[in-house]
Every structure is written in C-alpha cells, then in structure tokens.
C-alpha cells in the first residue's frame, strides 16, 4: 500500500471514529482538518524523502556509467600500448560497472515513476483539504442555523400560548379598566367646572335684577328702602323722569 493510500486510510479511520463518538460536529471537523494537515505534512516528507533516494539512485548511476566509460577508456589505451591482459581486465571491469548502471538505471525509472505519482497524489490532497475547508465552512454555518432554529423552535414550543394569551387579556383589561376611570374622572371634573360656572352666572345674573330693580324704583318716585342708595339712571331715563316730573307739576 503506498504512502498516500495509508494516509487516506487514515483520515477515513479518523473521521469514522469522531462520527461514531458523536462528538460535537463543529469540533469534530476542526480536528479532522487538523488530523488532514498532519497527514498532508506526513506526505510531504515521504514524498521528500523519496525525492532524496531518486536522487541519489541517479548519482549511483551516473558514477557506475562513468566508471564503466572510464575502464573503455583503459582498455582501448592498454590495446594501444601492447598490453591485451590490462585490456582484459579493463573490459571485465567495464562490464561490472555497466551491469551496475543498468540496475541503478531500472531502479531510477522505477523510483522516478513512484515520485511523479507521489507529487501528483499530494498537489491532489493538497486540492482535497482545501475543498475539504470549504465544506467544512459551510457545513458548521449550517450547523449554526439548524441550532438556531431548534433553539428558537423549542424556545416557541415552550411557552403556553393560552397562559401567555390569558396574562395578556388581563393585563389589557386593566389598562382598559385604567382608561375608562380616568375618562370617568375627566367628566367628573368637566361637571363640577360647569357647575360652578353656572353658580357664578347666577351670581352676575341675580345682580343685574337687583340693579335693574333700584333703577326702576327711581324712575317710579318710589321711596328707596332704607339703606338703599339711589342709583344712576341710564341717560334716556333721566329724560323721561325729568319730563314726568314736570307734568306732574
């Protein structure tokens, strides 16, 4: 199994695990993209690592190949100089050397082909929490309004609506029982205001009569009853006493 199929072994270990504890959903997706993160880290470094041993199986290969162009070399100068036995053993190290370039060759192709699909399996998961992020972003805001709702929803279900209707009715009769007293009590005092204004009108009225009465008195010649002061007649009926007084004369 590769490096990234354990990796994904383990996050779907992981997330199996918090779903079936029943955790809390918002914690449980911060720790699953924690535990992502560590594995995506985890990758890295195995990828690091085999890009290390690529590397040094391409130096390996590069030194065999050389070291066999290099005893070629030796084998053709000794063939140059008369010397066929070090031109033996020139070729038979020349062929040791190439043998071990093409096994450092295959296991560079292979391991080569292991890293490209390392490096694309973990641009991938690098793509993967990322999605991941953003769902869990939208997956804990809709977390927060289903919470909301119940909330609200049991906050509704809660409450009596007859007991809550029955405080409200009373509480309203009061203030209607309050409005009608203190409507009551203005026409009480719109009453009495009237009242006495009409006792004062009364008053103004009654004086005028006596008044009026004085003056005619006066216009009569009637004698004034004691203590009465002769009151001054309107002009036009100065007149008309004057003129009788001279009739009478």
Known sequence: MGVLERIAKIIEANLNAMLSSAENPEKMLEQLMVDMREQYREAQRQVTVAIADEKRLEAKYRKAKDGADEWQRRAVLALQKGR??????????????????????????????????????????????????????????????????????????????????????????????????????????????????????????????????????ASLGLALAAGEMPQALPEGDEDESEEKADADA
């Open 84 to 217: 066929e036995d070090l031109a033996r053993e020139a070729l038979l190290r020349k062929q040791e050397g190439a043998a071990a370039a093409t096994e450092y060759l295959t296991q560079l192709e292979q391991q080569s082909i292991l890293v490209e699909r390392l490096k694309r399996g973990l641009v991938a998961l690098d793509r993967k929490i990322d999605e991941a992020t953003r769902k869990k972003d939208l997956i804990i805001a809709r977390q927060k309004r289903a919470e909301a709702a119940r909330t609200i929803n049991r906050a509704v279900s809660s409450i009596d609506d007859r007991s809550a209707f029955e405080a409200l009715a009373r509480v309203e009769e009061k203030v209607a029982r309050l409005e009608a007293t203190t409507e009551a009590e203005a026409e009480v005092a719109a009453l009495e205001s009237v009242k006495n204004l009409e006792e004062e009108f009364k008053k103004l009225e009654t004086g005028d009569v006596d008044v009026e009465l004085k003056a005619l008195k």
